[in-house]
């Protein structure tokens, strides 16, 4: 589960919450000053730190940003700074990876936190395959194909665009030599892909795994490193 590092100040933290990253399967670490997070940073190796600019008294922003990147142990960490959205106009670029404007469109932030943290879906390895899958979200349901798969994610072939963020139940069948195999498990969309006749992309939704249960999770990874050696 990738990892997020933040200071435990009221602001940040409900506009996390509104903006869905619990629900989305991300495991926020709280710090709860400055000097916590900085700490924190060292022992923890989060995937991405977020701060806000106005955290307390300003030393949660850009302050903070430039420690974490003259810091040698956590120089690497991809940080993203929240800050209103007329700080531009007077701040200087601050240090790190992204910043995002407030109020925050949570979809902006889904997509730079997937980018940055280099998440599962992103970082392990994906084999192209055309799998049977089954898409459950509310009381609709649909089947389709999976255009390539990866222990942590899928990509679904569909007109059908879903939001962002959205939970969804996804059951996938696997071929074995003893018979096909489904592992399920609850998704969150990352992304969906428009059908555009003039783009090179092709139309569907890029899901990535949350809540699967171990015996999935290996028959995943072995159906993933049998198609990887076989290409």
């Known amino acids: 589960m990738t990892k997020i590092l933040i200071v435990d100040e009221a602001e940040l933290l409900l506009k996390l919450e509104r903006s869905f990253l619990r629900r989305a399967g991300f495991d926020l670490l709280l710090a709860r000053t400055p000097h916590d997070l900085l700490q924190k940073a060292r022992l923890s190796r989060p995937d991405l730190v977020l701060l806000h600019s106005g955290g307390h008294g300003g030393e949660c922003g850009i302050p903070c940003a430039r420690r974490l990147k003259e810091d040698p142990e956590t120089s ?7 800050r209103p959205r007329d700080a531009a106009k007077v701040a200087p670029s601050p240090p790190c990876e992204r910043v995002i404007d407030s109020p925050v469109d949570p ?6 936190i997937s980018s940055l943290a280099r998440v ?15 898409i459950r979200s509310g009381d609709t349901a649909w089947r389709g194909r999976t ?9 679904v072939l569909t007109r059908r665009l879903l939001e962002a963020g959205e939970s969804v139940q996804v059951d996938v069948t696997l071929p074995a030599p003893a018979g096909a195999s489904v592992v399920s498990a609850r998704g969150v969309v990352v992304r969906g892909v428009p059908d555009d006749p003039s783009s090179y992309l092709i139309a569907g939704n890029a899901v990535r795994l949350v809540d699967l249960d171990e015996t999935g999770r290996r028959a995943l990874e072995e159906f993933v490193g049998q198609r990887g050696a076989a290409s």
């Open 107 to 112: 979809h902006v932030l889904l997509e730079a």
């Open 120 to 134: 599962s879906h992103r970082i392990q390895h994906r084999v192209p395959a055309s799998l049977p899958v089954e």
């Open 76 to 82: 690497r960490i991809p940080v993203i700074l929240i």
């Open 147 to 155: 255009k390539d798969v990866s222990a942590g994610g899928l990509f």
